[in-house]
């Protein structure tokens, strides 16, 4: 364990946690009032039975309600034009329902009802004004374990192109003030998105673990959710259908979102930046695709006494349970079993999403590597993407 003389917890949403809570949603929300939009994606949750029960019930508590779906990773288009549809409605409440991708549209959208100029001007990096901090009530209700989106203070807004951003909007008050998390409605996730989300929310479970900003308390919460990854994340993607299994990994993605807010990221993440403003491909994708190589440059760059070589041993043992190896064995054996997962879940490469190895140098350039417990240098990063181009 690491002692860390100060640090800061940012707030966490309300948690409703257990399969069929998704019913308890009219009674959530008419605590705010009963105009309500439901942020959603395509066709799977509103083709389903989970849906017209939903809206059945819905509509028995006299509550009004308007649906906007989001498709792929949300622009700041995709936000301002929810706004302007729906400003006129007097809604009143904003629920989102489904990946991390609707979950972020839908903290966004929920804050821009308070602001009248265009997300744009608010995103991190981009924009040239902060956003006061006022929002809707927001409830996130994830549909895919990955993205711990429930839990955080962001939302990731991409233009994707040569001169594309993937950027932030942040505050501290933009945390869902609801996180309804039934895994129950994760059964049917596809196995290409299971694997994608998964290997997003162990990155995030494993980079905050090792960030320079980890503290006692995200360091508690990382280690019990790379438990539950080390259990069940094969479980999920191979047999979809083990509600068991959902359940844990759920739960281990919603910790991550914790451990992210508190704790940073590293170099994976960095790159779910810079790759991701460039070609479009699945965030979890892109950090599941990198997660193999990228730790193994890290844990090269690292001496056996420092604290990340010993998280890394820590983490090796949930995954071996081997007891009386050697601390090189449990930390090898931890990344042989991070690349066996990326070639068992079959993590596609770089270059199925459309980039270009002359973009490499680039993009390296612009990744950053701030809460990485190694500084890994412009030709290590170049080195990482080649590795999976
Ligand atoms: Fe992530």
Redesign the pocket.
Known sequence: MTWKESFTLASTPSVIFGSGKLMVLPELVQAWGRRVLLITGGKSLVGSAHWTGLIEQMEAAGISWWQYAVLGEPSPAVVDRAVAQFREEGIEVVVGIGG?SVLDAGKAIAAMFCETASVKHFLEGVGDRKPSGKTLPYIAIPTTA???SEATKNAVLSEVGSSGFKKSLRHNRFVPAVALIDPSLMLTCPKHITAYSGM??F??LLESYLSKEASPFTDALAIEGLGYIADSLPSVVEQGDDLFAREQVAYAAFL?GIC?ANAG?GTI?GF?SSVGARIPIP??AL?GTLMGISNRLTVEGLNRTDAAWHKYERVGRLFTQEAGKSSEYYVMGLLDQIEEWVESFELPRLSHFGLEKEEIPNIAAATSNKFNPVQLSEEERQFILQTRL
Request: hydrophobic fraction near 25%; include cysteine; charged fraction near 5%.
């Open positions: 991390g990955g993205t711990g997003d929310a990155t995030q991550s992210l990221l993440h779910a965030h979890g950090c």
